[in-house]
C-alpha cells in the first residue's frame, strides 16, 4: 500500500511571506493529522480532519495556519504570514479510524522540512 | 493534563549491546494508550506499537521488547543485540480515550546511536 505522500520535501521562505503544504493520505483513511516538530522535540498535532470535518485545532495558532480537507482526501496547510518560530518539520499522518480505538495506528509521512530566515 | 518524559536526550551503545529507553507518561484518565515510535535520518516516523492501559502484559518482537507498569507510570522500551540500523530517534508517546486514540501527544525522543 501507498503510504501518506506530502510535498514539498524542503521549503525556504523569508519571514512575513506565506507557504502551503500538501499531503494525501493512505487511501481510505478517514482521519487526517497535521503535526508539527520543532527540532530537538516531539511532534506537536495541529490539527486533526475526520473526513472533510475538523475534530480538533485546539493548538493551530489561526492568526496564521489554516488547514483544510476540502473533499475529504488531500489537505493542505497554510502559514500567512510565517514567522522564524514556525521552522520545523511539518508531519502529516492519517489512520483507518479517528476516533475510537480500532486496529489502525497513525501512519506517518516523510514531512515538509520549513525553514524561515 | 497529559505528559510524556524521557529522561534519556541521547544514548551511545556499540554493537550487540543490550538498550534500555526509559518512558515515564502522566495522565488523569483511565484508558489512554502508549506507543512508541522511531524516527530515523530520513524522518519518517515509523509506528512500532500501541498498548492500552488494560494490558499490562509485557510484549515481545523479535528484539525488542516492552515493560508497561502502571504502578510505575513507565513504558520501557528493550533493544537485546542491538545493530546499527536501530540507530535514530525514539518516541514515546500518549493517548487519552477522551480526547482521541490517534490524538497522540509526544515525548522529546531519545536519540540511540549504535556504534560499529
Known amino acids: 500500500e501507498a503510504g501518506v505522500a506530502q510535498s514539498p520535501r524542503y521549503k525556504i521562505i523569508e519571514k512575513r511571506q506565506s507557504v502551503a503544504f500538501w499531503c494525501n493520505p493512505i487511501s481510505g483513511h478517514a482521519t487526517l493529522y497535521w503535526y508539527q516538530q520543532i527540532l530537538g522535540q516531539g511532534p506537536k498535532l495541529l490539527i486533526q480532519f475526520q473526513n472533510n470535518g475538523v475534530v480538533d485545532d485546539s493548538q493551530l495558532p489561526k492568526d496564521r495556519f489554516s488547514a483544510e480537507r476540502l473533499k475529504g482526501v488531500d489537505s493542505t496547510l497554510k502559514i500567512q504570514p510565517a514567522k522564524l518560530e514556525d521552522s520545523a518539520v511539518y508531519l502529516c499522518?492519517?489512520?483507518?479510524?479517528?476516533w475510537g480505538v480500532g486496529n489502525s495506528p497513525l501512519h506517518f509521512g516523510n514531512g515538509t522540512r520549513l525553514t524561515v530566515t | 493534563a497529559q505528559k510524556v518524559t524521557q529522561a534519556q536526550t541521547e544514548i551511545s551503545v556499540v554493537e550487540k549491546e543490550d538498550v534500555t529507553l526509559d518512558c515515564v507518561y502522566e495522565t488523569r484518565d483511565t484508558t489512554y494508550y502508549l506507543f512508541w515510535y522511531k524516527q530515523p535520518p530520513s524522518g519518517e516516523l515509523v509506528f512500532l506499537i500501541r498498548?492500552?492501559?488494560?494490558?499490562?502484559q509485557n510484549e515481545i518482537s523479535g528484539r525488542y521488547s516492552w515493560n508497561f507498569q502502571k504502578s510505575t507510570s513507565s513504558f520501557n522500551f528493550t533493544i537485546t543485540a542491538s545493530q546499527v540500523v536501530d540507530s535514530a530517534v525514539y518516541f514515546c508517546a500518549l493517548s487519552e480515550a477522551r480526547t482521541g486514540a490517534n490524538n497522540l501527544f509526544f515525548g522529546t525522543g531519545t536519540r540511540l546511536t549504535v556504534i560499529p
Open positions: 498498548r492500552n492501559s488494560f494490558d499490562e
Open positions: 499522518a492519517s489512520s483507518l479510524e479517528g
